[in-house]
C-alpha cells in the first residue's frame, strides 16, 4: 500500500477514462475525495477490505484517506472514468463530501429515489469522458466546468443515501489539517509560520507537524513550498515580473531562500525555468 500526493496547482484534480481492469490500481490512498463512475461492464473495487461491484451506470465515492484498490482482471473489460479531487479543487464546498460516517458511498442507477439527478449527473459524465478522451484545444475549460457540476450533483446524491453504513466522511485529524491545507492555498503569499498554522487548527506545534504529516505523508513546509513553487513557475511563464519580485508575491523571505527551494524542487534555477519556457 502507498501513499499518493497531494493534488495541488493549477490542475488539482486527476482525470481518468479508459479500462480499468486491464491495469487495475494496487491498494493507495490518498488526500483526495475518490470518484469512480462504471460507464461498461463491471468494475470491482475493494475499499478498506470490503469489496464491492459496480455495474454500467453506478458509482463509488471514496473518502480520503482510505485504502483502496480497483482489481486487474485480464478478462474483464470495464469502461470507468476515474476522479480525485480535493480541497484545492473545490474550497470549502470540499467540507461537503467529507462530513459523514465512513470510508464508501455507493450509487446505484437504479435506485428510484435519486433517479433524475442520477441521470443528469450520468449524462454529464458522458459528456466529459469523451471531451477527455478528445482533448481538444479547450476542453480542458469544459471539463473543469462539468467537474463542478458533478460534484454539485454528487453532494445532493449523497445527503440522500438512506444507509449510513454506506456514507463516508473524515476524522478530526483529517478536518483540522484541511485548515492548514486552506490556508497554504489562499495565504501562500503571506509569511506562514508553524506556531500560527498549528494555533488555527487548534494543536500544539509539536503534535501539528506529526498528524500533518501522517494525515497528507508530507511536511508542512514541504507542501508550502511545493505550492509556492508551483505558482511560481506560472509567474514566471506568464508575467514580467522579475524573479525578485516572484520571489516576494509568492510569501519568500529573501530571493536566496527562493532560489535554493526552486532549485531543489524544479532540478533547475528560476532563471532557467523562464528561459525555456518562455
Given at each position: 500500500?502507498?501513499?499518493?500526493?497531494?493534488?495541488?496547482?493549477?490542475?488539482?484534480?486527476?482525470?481518468?477514462?479508459?479500462?480499468?481492469?486491464?491495469?487495475?490500481?494496487?491498494?493507495?490512498?490518498?488526500?483526495?475525495?475518490?470518484i469512480c463512475f462504471c460507464m461498461g461492464g463491471k468494475c470491482n473495487i475493494v475499499c478498506e477490505g470490503r469489496q464491492i461491484t459496480l455495474?454500467?451506470?453506478?458509482?463509488?465515492?471514496?473518502?480520503?484517506?482510505?485504502?483502496?484498490?480497483?482489481?486487474?482482471?485480464?478478462?474483464?473489460?470495464?469502461?470507468?472514468?476515474?476522479?480525485?479531487?480535493?480541497?484545492?479543487?473545490?474550497?470549502?464546498?470540499?467540507d461537503c463530501f467529507s462530513s459523514r460516517g465512513s470510508s464508501v458511498c455507493v450509487i446505484r442507477k437504479d435506485d428510484e429515489i435519486m433517479?433524475?439527478?442520477?441521470?443528469?449527473?450520468?449524462?454529464?459524465?458522458?459528456?466529459?469522458?469523451?471531451?477527455?478522451?478528445?482533448?481538444?484545444?479547450?476542453?480542458?475549460?469544459?471539463?473543469?466546468?462539468?467537474?463542478?457540476?458533478?460534484?454539485?450533483?454528487?453532494?445532493?446524491?449523497?445527503?440522500?443515501?438512506?444507509?449510513?453504513?454506506?456514507?463516508?466522511?473524515?476524522?478530526?485529524?483529517?478536518?483540522?489539517?484541511?485548515?492548514?491545507?486552506?490556508?497554504?492555498?489562499?495565504?501562500?503569499?503571506?509569511?506562514?509560520?508553524?506556531?500560527?498554522?498549528?494555533?488555527?487548527?487548534?494543536?500544539?506545534?509539536?503534535?501539528?507537524?506529526?498528524?500533518?504529516?501522517?494525515?497528507?505523508?508530507?511536511?508542512?513546509?514541504?507542501?508550502?513550498?511545493?505550492?509556492?513553487?508551483?505558482?511560481?513557475?506560472h509567474l514566471l511563464k506568464e508575467s514580467s515580473l522579475t524573479i525578485e519580485e516572484i520571489s516576494r508575491e509568492t510569501g519568500f523571505p529573501?530571493?536566496?531562500?527562493?532560489?535554493?527551494?526552486?532549485?531543489?524542487?524544479?532540478?533547475?534555477?528560476?532563471?532557467?525555468?523562464?528561459?525555456?519556457?518562455?
Amino acid at each position: 500500500m502507498f501513499y499518493q500526493k497531494m493534488l495541488i496547482g493549477f490542475t488539482p484534480y486527476f482525470l481518468s477514462v479508459g479500462n480499468v481492469s486491464e491495469h487495475g490500481f494496487d491498494t493507495h490512498y490518498h488526500y483526495e475525495t475518490e470518484i469512480c463512475f462504471c460507464m461498461g461492464g463491471k468494475c470491482n473495487i475493494v475499499c478498506e477490505g470490503r469489496q464491492i461491484t459496480l455495474s454500467a451506470g453506478d458509482s463509488a465515492v471514496i473518502s480520503p484517506m482510505s485504502s483502496h484498490s480497483v482489481v486487474r482482471e485480464e478478462n474483464n473489460y470495464c469502461e470507468a472514468m476515474v476522479l480525485e479531487f480535493g480541497q484545492a479543487f473545490l474550497g470549502r464546498y470540499y467540507d461537503c463530501f467529507s462530513s459523514r460516517g465512513s470510508s464508501v458511498c455507493v450509487i446505484r442507477k437504479d435506485d428510484e429515489i435519486m433517479r433524475d439527478d442520477y441521470m443528469e449527473l450520468i449524462d454529464i459524465v458522458e459528456k466529459t469522458a469523451e471531451m477527455k478522451k478528445e482533448n481538444s484545444t479547450f476542453d480542458e475549460l469544459f471539463i473543469r466546468s462539468n467537474l463542478y457540476k458533478i460534484a454539485a450533483l454528487l453532494i445532493g446524491l449523497i445527503s440522500e443515501q438512506n444507509d449510513p453504513a454506506l456514507s463516508f466522511g473524515k476524522s478530526k485529524s483529517v478536518s483540522n489539517v484541511e485548515k492548514a491545507l486552506e490556508m497554504i492555498y489562499n495565504r501562500y503569499g503571506e509569511a506562514l509560520d508553524i506556531e500560527t498554522v498549528s494555533s488555527t487548527c487548534g494543536y500544539s506545534k509539536s503534535n501539528f507537524c506529526k498528524i500533518f504529516k501522517k494525515v497528507t505523508g508530507e511536511t508542512f513546509h514541504n507542501v508550502l513550498n511545493r505550492h509556492r513553487v508551483e505558482i511560481a513557475c506560472h509567474l514566471l511563464k506568464e508575467s514580467s515580473l522579475t524573479i525578485e519580485e516572484i520571489s516576494r508575491e509568492t510569501g519568500f523571505p529573501d530571493l536566496k531562500g527562493f532560489c535554493r527551494v526552486f532549485k531543489n524542487e524544479m532540478n533547475m534555477s528560476a532563471g532557467e525555468y523562464r528561459r525555456i519556457n518562455t
